[in-house]
C-alpha cells in the first residue's frame, strides 16, 4: 500500500486555513490528483474528509505517520492529504501569515509556501482561480510529480469562483 504526500497548512485562528485548504483541493484536483484533508481538533478528534466527500471522525491523537497510515487504509489510492493546524518536523508546510506577522513557523526546509492573510481574504475569486493552481504546482514540484492539468466542468473556477460569482448577481 502506497502512502499519500502529507502537506500541513498552519496559521494563526481564523487566517483562512480551510478556505486555502478548499482551493488547494479543487486545485489538485482538476491535476489529477486524488486529495483528502483532515482537520485536527483541540480535543484530540481529527475530522477526515474523503476524495469522494465523505466523512470519518476519529476521537483520538495522531502522529504524521499514522494520519497518512490511517488515511491510506480507508482511501489506498490518494495522493495528497492536507492536514489543517497540523504541525510536524519533515511535513511539506504551507504558512498563512497574518498582514503584520511574517515570521516563519515552520522550519525553511519543510516550507513549500507563506500565504499571507489578504490573499485569502482579500478577493477570493483571484486566490481559487489563480493562487490556488500556482500554489498546487508548487505542491506537485516539492512532490516530484508531474503536472496533470485537466479541465474541469466549471472552467476552472472551482467552488469559490462559482461562490463569489454566486454573490455577485
Known sequence: MTHPALICVVGPSASGKSLLITALTEALRRRG???ASV???DDSTAVFVLSNGGRVTVS???DAS???????SIEPNLDVLL???FRAAGCATVQISSDDDHTRSADDADLVATVPTVALLGDLGVF???EGDRLAALIEERLGGEKQESPSADGGQGFLGRWRRRGRR
Open 83 to 85: 492536514a489543517e493546524g
Open 60 to 62: 483520538r491523537h495522531f
Open 128 to 130: 481559487a482561480t489563480g
Open 39 to 41: 482537520v485536527l481538533r
Open 66 to 72: 499514522e494520519l497518512v497510515e490511517f488515511v491510506g
Open 33 to 35: 490528483r486524488r486529495v
